[in-house]
C-alpha cells in the first residue's frame, strides 16, 4: 500500500483517505467497522480493513506512509474511555509501523493545544479528552525516538469544512438559534481554524518533507473571536453578541447557566502558536490556504443547510447570499420555485425531483432560514437579476401575489406561471386559521402537531419547517406574511385577469377554488392545499406552460 490510515471513518480521517486516493494513491482504510463506506470518491484504489487500535495490531498490509488520525473526540468522556484510542491506541498505531521494513514516514494527528516536548497532563484541570491528546502526544514522541520511527506530528487547530458538527460548530448553532446571549471570553480570544480541504492536502505532503519536524496547522489570520462571531452572524442575518463573558467568570457560573462544557474553556485563549514549519511546508508544496472569513462563510452553509448534522441538504449549490438562503442553480435556471407558509424551499423537494433541468430554491425573504428585510417585490426582483434564462416561475399559496406582480413588470424573463393553489382565489382554511392566532402558538408547533394541522403526513419537509418556525422571529415574519397576503387579495384577483404571460393553475380537489379565473385550471383529486407534496410525480405529468419557442 501507498498509504494506511487509522480512523479512517471519522471527520479527518475519511476527508484524507479521499485525498490520497485523488491523488491515485492505493490506500488501506482502518476502521473499526467495515460495514461503513463513506468515501465520496473512486474506491478503486481503496481497501477496508477492520482493527481496533486500542489493542495490540497485527496482521495489517506494510505501507509506505501510515497516517494516525483515529482519536477520541468528545468532551465529557471518562478517563480510561478517552485514553484508550488517544494514548493506548496512539502508541499501538507506532508500535506496529517500527515493524514495517519500508516505513517512510509515520504522521499522528495530535492538537494544537496539547503537543508539548515535555511536562505532565491534568486530567482535572483540562478534562479527559484535551489531557488525554496531550498524554499521547508526549507517548507518541518518546516511543518514536525509543524505536528510532521516522515521525511528524502534525497540530492542526479548529478543522472546519463539511461534516464537522462538533467543537466550534456548537457555537455556531447557538449563533443561528439566537442562544448566545453573550460572546464568551475577551476581546483577544483566538480560536484559529483550518479548513479540512487544506489540511489533507497538508497531510498528503507530509511524507515528502524531511522528518523530524512537527507542524502547527491553523490559518495565523483567522480573525478573533469577536470578529469571528460578527462575520459569521452578518452571513446567517442574526444579531451579534454585544456582551462578552470572562472565561475566569464563566468557570465559576454554574453550567446549566452558561450552557458552556467546562471542557472547552481552555480553548479561549489569546495564545499563538508556532506556525512556520507548517509555512515553510506549504510554501514549498505550493498550497495556500483559502482567506478565513470566506472559509468560515462557507463553513456556516454547510452547518445551516445539513441542520448542524440531522439532515442531508436535497439540492446543491446551497447557501446565503445577501441573507437569503438559496439552493440550486441561480444563472440559469429552468423553473423557479417559491414557497408559501409556513414553509421554506424544502417544500419542493418531492416536486423538483420529477421535473426536468435545473432548478432555483430560495427561502422567501424573512421566511425560512432567509433573514432579509426588502419587501418581497424588491427581493424577487433581485434573485432574477442574474437569471440568464427564461424559467417558469412556480409559486405556492402566499408567493402567488408576488409572482404576478414580477410576471406584469416583466413579461418577456420568464416562459410561464405555475400557481399552486393561489391563496387570493381560494378561502382561508379554517384549522389553520385558528393555528396561527398568534406567534407563540406558531411557535410551539412540534412537527407532529404541524403536520395535523396543515392535514399532511409528517415528513422531512414538515420538520424542516417545524425547525424554522422554533426559530426567534420567524413565527412573526410568517404570520405577518399571512396577514399581507390576505389584504392583496383583490389587487392579486384584478392582476391575475389583466395578465398575458401564460399561466396554469393546480389546486387539490379538497382545497378548491372559491373565484373564478380566466386561465386553465387543473385540480388533483384528493389533494389539499400542498398537491406538490402529496402528488409531486402527478403536478410534474402535467403540460403545465406551453413554451413560446415551442
Known amino acids: 500500500m501507498d498509504a494506511l490510515v487509522f480512523g479512517a471513518t471519522g471527520f ?51 505501507a509506505r506512509d501510515v497516517y494516525n488520525a483515529a482519536a477520541r ?43 508539548a516536548p515535555d511536562g505532565r497532563p491534568d486530567y482535572a484541570a483540562l478534562g479527559a479528552y484535551e489531557a488525554s491528546k496531550f498524554e499521547g502526544d508526549l ?31 456548537g457555537l455556531v448553532a447557538d449563533l443561528w438559534h439566537r442562544r448566545l446571549p453573550a460572546l464568551p471570553g475577551g476581546p483577544d480570544t483566538f480560536v484559529p481554524i483550518v479548513t479540512i480541504d487544506y489540511f489533507t492536502r497538508f497531510l498528503a505532503k507530509i511524507p515528502e518533507a524531511p522528518a523530524g519536524e512537527h507542524h502547527w ?24 453578541p454585544r456582551r462578552a463573558i470572562p472565561v475566569a467568570l464563566l468557570r465559576r457560573l454554574p453550567r446549566r447557566l452558561t450552557g458552556a462544557d467546562p ?79 409556513p414553509m421554506n424551499a424544502d417544500l419542493w423537494a418531492p416536486l423538483a425531483a420529477h421535473l426536468p433541468g435545473p432548478i432555483l430554491a430560495p427561502d422567501l425573504p424573512g421566511l425560512g432560514r432567509s433573514a432579509s428585510a426588502h419587501s418581497t417585490d424588491a427581493w424577487l426582483a433581485d434573485l432574477m437579476a442574474p437569471v440568464q434564462t427564461r424559467p417558469v416561475l412556480v409559486a405556492h399559496s402566499l408567493a402567488c401575489g408576488p409572482v404576478l406582480r414580477y410576471a406584469a413588470a416583466h413579461p418577456e424573463r420568464i416562459d410561464g406561471l405555475v ?19 398568534a406567534p407563540p402558538l406558531l411557535r410551539r408547533l412540534s412537527p407532529a402537531r404541524l403536520a395535523k394541522t396543515l392535514g399532511l403526513p409528517e415528513g422531512a419537509e414538515i420538520k424542516s419547517a417545524a425547525i424554522d ?25 384584478a392582476l391575475l385577469a389583466r395578465l398575458t404571460v401564460p399561466t396554469h393553475i393546480i389546486t387539490g380537489s379538497a382545497d378548491p377554488l372559491t373565484a373564478p379565473t380566466i386561465h386553465p385550471v387543473t385540480e388533483i383529486a384528493g389533494a389539499g392545499h400542498y398537491p406538490q407534496l402529496t402528488h409531486p410525480a402527478q403536478i410534474a405529468g402535467l403540460r403545465l406552460v406551453r413554451s413560446r419557442g415551442a
Open 419 to 437: 400557481l399552486i393553489a393561489p391563496s387570493f382565489l381560494q378561502a382561508a382554511s379554517p384549522r389553520f386559521t385558528r393555528s396561527l392566532l
Open 73 to 115: 473526540y468528545a468532551f465529557g468522556l471518562g478517563v480510561e474511555e478517552a485514553r484508550a484510542v488517544n494514548v493506548t491506541g496512539a502508541v499501538n498505531v507506532l508500535e506496529w509501523a517500527a515493524t514495517l521494513p519500508a516505513l517512510r514516514r509515520l504522521v499522528h494527528i495530535s492538537g494544537y493545544r496539547v503537543s
Open 263 to 341: 471542557e472547552t474553556l481552555s480553548f479561549l485563549s489569546p495564545d499563538r502558536y508556532p506556525t512556520a514549519s507548517a509555512r515553510a511546508l506549504a510554501e514549498a508544496a505550493g498550497l495556500e490556504m483559502p482567506p478565513a472569513a470566506e472559509a468560515l462563510r462557507t463553513w456556516a452553509d454547510d452547518l445551516v443547510g445539513a441542520r448542524f448534522g440531522t439532515t442531508t441538504p436535497w439540492l446543491e449549490p446551497y447557501g446565503f447570499h445577501d441573507r437569503t438562503w438559496i439552493m440550486g442553480e441561480r444563472h440559469r435556471p429552468g423553473h423557479v420555485l417559491l414557497h408559501g407558509a
Open 12 to 62: 479527518i480521517g475519511r476527508h484524507l483517505v479521499a485525498e490520497l486516493l485523488s491523488q491515485g494513491q492505493q490506500v488501506a482504510a482502518v476502521v473499526r467497522d467495515d460495514t461503513r463506506t463513506p468515501w465520496p470518491t473512486d474506491t478503486s484504489g481503496l481497501t477496508v480493513i477492520a482493527a481496533d487500535i486500542a489493542q495490540p495490531l497485527s496482521g495489517l498490509p506494510a
Open 139 to 169: 507517548a507518541v514522541r518518546r516511543r518514536a525516538r525509543e524505536l528510532d520511527v521516522p515521525l511528524t506530528i502534525a497540530n492542526p487547530s479548529t478543522v472546519i469544512g463539511p461534516g464537522q458538527y462538533i467543537g466550534l460548530a
Open 469 to 493: 418556525l422554533h426559530r426567534p422571529g420567524v413565527a412573526h415574519r410568517t404570520i405577518q406574511a399571512l396577514r399581507k397576503d390576505h389584504a392583496e387579495r383583490e389587487e392579486s384577483r
Open 217 to 240: 496547522v491553523l490559518d495565523d489570520d483567522t480573525p478573533l473571536l469577536p470578529e469571528l462571531v460578527s462575520t459569521l452572524a452578518a452571513h446567517l442575518g442574526v444579531p451579534t
